[in-house]
């Protein structure tokens, strides 16, 4: 189930795709502070579960519950939103030590299958055993007060990537639809959502949800965007996050511009795998050696740029070879798709399904959370640098976006990721992560100093805990949610 929620992130975010603070929140840029979220939060033993809604479609049943959160911590007592919570029960409640809450990616992903979905993909017994696990909704996702921007069919088509642009003029041209989608955003019915759908509001969110479990601290588990929510939520309360274990690990500054521009680089790190595994297929006509299988690429994107097929187009299959690179298991589909592409077959049909809250929610957050550039010459140079760089991305990911145009409605600066707490965070990680880049963990693993430890796995692919073939990883993160031990430094583990 994790793989195929990685392909709807891939897919939805790729193929269809992250101000000055008037009220600060840290006193110190390395004094981590819960600020206005340290205000009486619910009381114990609030929340009242029953079973999911028969449209909350999960693998197995869960209970699910809501839960009243403010909706501007900063006024604890005004305008309320619902938040909507689930939970898969511990398996031996005697053994049970607490609640792991958990995050699957995103931001604009719903989470409240993700228990159980961690669980039939293989989420230890012991660590099943040993909590609760909770899902939520993230503010402003599925039932808990979803946004919208309005989007249309055609917009949810080009997805969340910028158009691939090859000249200065392309980013001219691609801001103009980047300030058509933000101002869409701005006039939405759920604008007013705009300046409190963050990553630090979800983080306080999710300490109000332990609090109303009645426990004083939480246990955390997020991958992908889940691990930037994670940093932050054990940043801005360390004292009630227990054991914090953030998976495909995001950059210090989480979906940022630097951040955007790293999926290029992802991509060019993971695709010798992809190069590897088509030329020693020879049946599928890319090539057979990996030098070859990479000239294919830019011959079919030549291709498609001359003559789009009505299926696929040079910016599709761009996108498309780097969201179905997230897992090993879809490296296939990718040799298919090319060798579709090469032989003018169409691709498969795949139902488009309606984006638009998970597209326009992940604006809010990543519009929300960091200032990025607005001047078109910023892209414009970074364009030009990531183009040569990463040629199969980088004049996309470099490219402007919804973000350079988005309304000043920042309300505080955010969290700053430092060494000030407990020694209370894992970090796992694969070498070759297309959508969260080795280079990126790496910056966050220093910021957290003393804080974590980090585990790499010589593997490919985007997620690790609990999809991982390799035992010395998957046994690290499993003894630290069950026992608290650590490894005592960092550690690089084998593909299996």
């Known amino acids: 189930m994790r793989r195929t929620r990685t392909l ?177 955003c701005a006039a939405s019915s759920t604008a007013w959502m705009m300046p409190h759908t963050t990553t630090a509001n979800t983080a306080r969110d999710l300490d109000r949800v332990r609090a109303a479990l009645g426990e004083e601290k939480a246990s955390y588990l997020g991958a992908s965007y889940g691990s930037y929510l994670g940093a932050v939520y054990t940043t801005l309360f360390p004292d009630t996050t227990d054991r914090v274990v953030i998976d495909s690990v995001l950059g210090p500054d989480g979906y940022d511009v630097q951040q955007m521009r790293r999926f290029a680089r992802g991509l060019q790190d993971r695709f010798p795998d992809f190069a590897e595994y088509a030329a020693a297929h020879p049946e599928y006509g890319l090539g057979t050696t990996p030098e070859q299988v990479e000239a294919k690429f830019y011959e079919l994107v030549e291709k498609l740029e001359a003559n789009p097929q009505p299926d696929m187009d040079a910016m599709k299959f761009r996108v498309d070879t780097f969201g179905y690179l997230y897992s090993d298991a879809t490296i296939p589909v990718v040799a298919k798709m090319w060798r579709l592409v090469d032989t003018g077959q169409p691709q498969p049909v795949i139902p488009a399904g309606d984006h638009d809250n998970l597209l326009s929610a992940r604006l809010y957050v990543i519009c929300g959370d960091q200032r990025w550039p607005e001047t078109i010459w910023r892209y414009q140079l970074d364009v030009a640098i990531d183009r040569a760089r990463y040629p199969m991305l980088g004049g996309s990911t470099a490219n402007i976006g919804p973000c350079a145009f988005w309304p000043d409605v920042r309300t505080e600066q955010p969290a700053t990721i430092s060494d000030r707490g407990p020694s209370n965070v894992l970090m796992v990680q694969n070498e070759r992560d297309p959508g969260a880049a080795l280079a990126g963990a790496e910056e966050t693993r220093q910021a957290f100093g003393r804080r974590a430890t980090m585990v790499t796995v010589d593997g490919g692919g985007h997620g690790v805990y609990p999809w991982t073939a390799s035992t010395c990883a998957k046994d690290a993160v499993t003894a630290y949610l069950t026992t608290g031990e650590r490894p005592a430094r960092d550690l690089v583990c084998a593909s299996a």
């Open 8 to 184: 709807v992130l891939a897919g939805a975010l790729a193929a269809v795709m992250t101000v000055p603070a008037a009220v600060p929140v840290a006193a110190a840029p390395d004094v981590p502070t819960a600020g206005p979220s340290a205000v009486a939060g619910p009381a114990p033993g609030t929340l009242r579960w029953a079973p999911c809604p028969a449209d909350v479609v999960t693998p197995l049943p869960l209970e699910c519950s809501t839960l009243d959160v403010p909706l501007d911590y900063g006024r604890p007592d005004g305008r309320q939103v619902e938040i909507a919570i689930s939970r898969l029960a511990s398996t031996e409640p005697a053994q049970r030590r607490g609640v792991l809450l958990t995050n699957p990616g995103g931001p604009g992903i719903a989470g409240l299958a993700y228990p159980a979905e961690l669980a039939v993909a293989g989420l230890p017994q012991d660590v099943l055993g040993s909590y609760d696990v909770i899902g939520m909704d993230p503010r402003g996702v599925g039932r808990s007060a979803p946004v919208t921007c309005d989007s249309t069919p055609e917009q949810q088509a080009l997805g969340s990537f910028p158009r691939y642009a090859g000249t200065i003029f392309d980013v001219t041209r691609e801001a103009e639809y980047a300030r058509t989608v933000a101002d869409q």
